[in-house]
């Protein structure tokens, strides 16, 4: 099923969700293979052993990680949680390797802006710069020769694919956009709290940092980075909530069109937005996206609308917060980086039912 | 438990999740008895054999409906879907029953208006002018003598309860208002459709009705009865979703503030407007609801933010739809209407976890 | 609401899910008022921060545990794990409280067999004789007048009370009793733990701990106490299964009849041993139960039938593991001790749907 | 991504969720192409309308089912309601297309049996005796030649798959066999049953059909089959449940060992009997089955031990009811009828989490 001339891959941090879910991706990818998957916490431990799905699809074993052998791979993952990947970055950079971080480390452009949100000192602010933002509706091209991918978040990626289309073309009130957000509990990763237990978040739901959320500046960064110049910057009302599902975010958007009376026709201007996009689906006129319908798979999918005609515009997008999310956009990545066919692996069918 | 002197109730159309929850709130509330239950599908079979939760606390089963019988009782709840009310309603206007109906039908003043939104004519025009609309916290006085209720709708109350500081007080524009609005499976009722099943609902979650659903205009008239003279009319954008629970409404609300510079304190704001009220609770600042911690109890939660110090507000607003969205809140009108505890039967904890 | 000589009770370690449940049936309690509440982790922390389903029904602060404090109180629910009662009632033993202790540490009278399967030395092995083993429906003389109740384990209460009438009457082969139970997610308690998470739970459903459960032999001493002399010990093996729900057990026995050819009315037998039982229903013969039933309340739910007449006895017995399961069984037990109605404070229905 | 010399594959009956399932699997099978997809009731619809998830892969509407059309093809899969397929069969049998029914209709070889359990008249008895019961673990040499293969239950699968190595070795009492299982939803299929709602199934559990189940007769005769001569003809108990979860069964099975002194290492016999299977795994002594790990998958995970050593063994077997319970069992077989590589569009990795 591989092809004669596989790329060697290695995942750091391979324990959480995002680790599973490249370890899914991976193992039927025909370019790629992975030899390296690394965890402080369970070396030693077989990756079968704690993932039970991968029995007889995946035959390594954690190790401690190790830049040297890292280093000589291909292409390195970073799945880990936010402040890991800037410590191994600078000896890593120095590699034959490119990479592919996950995590939020290098997302931020501007440093003090990453600390703030972040709360500690960032540990390579010098390479942030080098770091090409991983969205590849938007940065295919930088993409392509990039050392270091900083992949997007998946509410940033859910809200910045909405939005899209009608910042590039300013037809809204860049300073009054509104994200009203969910997200599967997965999004809260792979930890034990109790806040994340079956018995707090099921047959419930909520909003959470609704005060202000991580993904508000990088989501900020991202929107700004479309408009045309001389425009008042985006900002956003960012509003997350818990959803008692596994995976899935939910991205229901808001905004006031500048002038109600001059308005394209917004399907067709979605439509053609993303005509050629493999992974973005504007849905027929009509119809509502639902998360289960990308439930395993990197498509986003959207739907536009103008409820009773007025000024507010609707934009409801859909995407699997572990795939198109974060490990399925840095495999798509990955095929972009080493020129495989943008679709490798991540062909695959949403579970549904 | 029961007192001396119990008023005698009937339910018309309790085959459905609004009624097996008035039965469930009725059975152990102090001052009423339920008479009568009727169902024309399910006449003859025993309530609890239909729901098990009931044994050995009901013994009635269902009949078909009879307004002569019906018209003898001090109350009578119409939970059935639209449309039904408005039938039996002349004639039991003439009796001495009073009336409290969960239904759509008496709700909308302008009869027009309904029409439109229903897509179909209404059967007793003539009453909608007679029909009090069971909004606690905002008709109170006028509940007390009612004849007839119109008891809100879920959606309506937890969008109403989170927006009236706002708009009684004109802080906000009138014309750009939002309701992101989410409900568990339940408020779709007991009926068997597909899209309603476990498979289709469950580990996903959704918009639906976002190009105009039945209760916006609803909202909109309680929301403009509340406005202060000579503003202009409030104008919605209400978009439901399905959330993937039995129970529970979450709306989240948007507002933007007329005078950012000139903003009372927000959380006195509310917590004065509602000090009063026994089943509002304004959470302390910083706060956020769920909507389990309202899960069988009648209580609305409330929690108002201005994030990052902005223009927008949001308000997040919780209930139970089928207690304070519907069941719970017309024993609520009940209990006001005959001079009872306005808590009697009403003052349950919520089910955590 | 409460009476007018209500007795004080506290409770050890009320930051777990059977301390929130006794809360909440405790506050309605007509003739119980909980002035006490103990946490070491969150002493200074207002209960109600904690539980939002608590606000405006608790006003207590959790306190560090004080055994001269408790001891002046009426009557003491331990909610902690097991291993931490044992600690305190050596002390509290001398004291005029009773003591209710919902944990596994006073259940098994065989002290060495405890030790095996909790894996800990007993620190009061001298008091285990002294605790009476808390199932009113078999010990309901003893509970009236004991000093120190211990409050059976859920899976126990619901497989006990499936088992009792066959095994009181010798009607199966107790070597070969089987009772394959499903318990909700909230059994395994308020802990941050990885594998009970909702994205390890959720849409699942697995067995657990099949090589041997600690209820196990609990279970096993409860039946034998019911067996007819000269009968060989009953044997069970018990497999235990995590449900992706909150509450419930649904526990599904079989048994192997001694005489095929000569069996009594089992819907009768079954229906004349809990006749007189407050929470034990027996459904009419074809329902089957469902946890759901019982949500919230104390009830157990029954059904027993001999599938194709062959055999094989088959009962099913539904109960909700924090009310009859733990905390509504406590209560119950203190209703019983203090001689108040056996359904004082538990006279709930469940919460359908 | 298919191959040069595709066949060519028609589905009847293809919107409930065992369709939906075929599709997503052929769609990316490499040796078919599914070129007729039909349903009375929904001719004309594109078959991406109703399942989004397909939106991109499948680019099918439903036709009106037609003999002449169907018996074109090479292989055609019934994933129809009992009843349907015996209808059109005796005029499909005369066509060269081989048939995979995923229905009830010709699985059991005891007409009369057949008609008492499915209570109605069998429409093609005549043809019973031609179908090979689709189990490849006991029947894959049959199955190479079959015309007509009846695809087993998901029940029968996951009993089976459980209970051969046990039976097939004589080491247990035949007579006194349990079964114990648990469904997810989609089990039910896609039809608008109050019963199959969210507000009914969720956050609940309970058992259905122990009376008696449709697929007890197919599991008896299943394991009747693989029974040394000369043995008493197992007899089993069957309770099914339903979980609140879309995908998955769990089997948990109990059988007394004839001799418990004289009982081999069960452990190396299931491994043994299962070792060439590519959809049987054996989990290693100690792990316990989930659901989950083969969510979406074809695999079939088995546990099997022996609590406290005493002479019950029990068994613990978990399938996709969907996939190895029905679409991908059938697919399973199309591999073998044609000579595919077996794992052909089956190598999967389940959708954890």
Redesign the interface.
Known sequence: ?KGLHVIKAGIVGGTG?TG?ELL?LL??HPEVEVTVITSRAEAGVKVA?M???????IDLVFTEPDVALLGELDVVFFATPHGVAQNLMPALMQTKARIIDLSADFRIRDVALWEKWYNQVHGAPELVAQAVYGLPEVNRAAITTAKLIACPGCYPTATQLGFLPLLENNLVDP??L?S?A?S???G?G?????D?????????????G???HRH?PEIEQGLRDVQPSGIAPA?L???P?L??????I?A?L?A?LLDANKVPDLQALYEQRYANEPFV?V?PA????????????N?C?I?V?R??N???V?V?S?IDN?TKGASGQAVQNMNIMFGFDEKAGL???????
């Open positions: 099923m969700y599973v899914r193992a039927k052993d993932y039970p799905s991968l029995r007889g699809h300073t009054h509104i009203n969910a599967g509990a997965s809260a792979r930890q034990g709290k109790i994340n237990l079956l018995s707090e978040v099921s047959d419930s739901f909520k909003a959470y609704a005060a202000g508000l900002l009302t960012f509003v909530h959803l008692p599902i596994i995976r899935g939910h229901t808001y006031t689906d849905l009509g119809q509502l996206p639902q998360t289960r319908s990308v439930k395993g798979s498509m999918r739907a609308l409820p009773q007025r000024a507010t609707v409801l859909v572990l062909d695959v069918i949403a579970l549904l039912p």
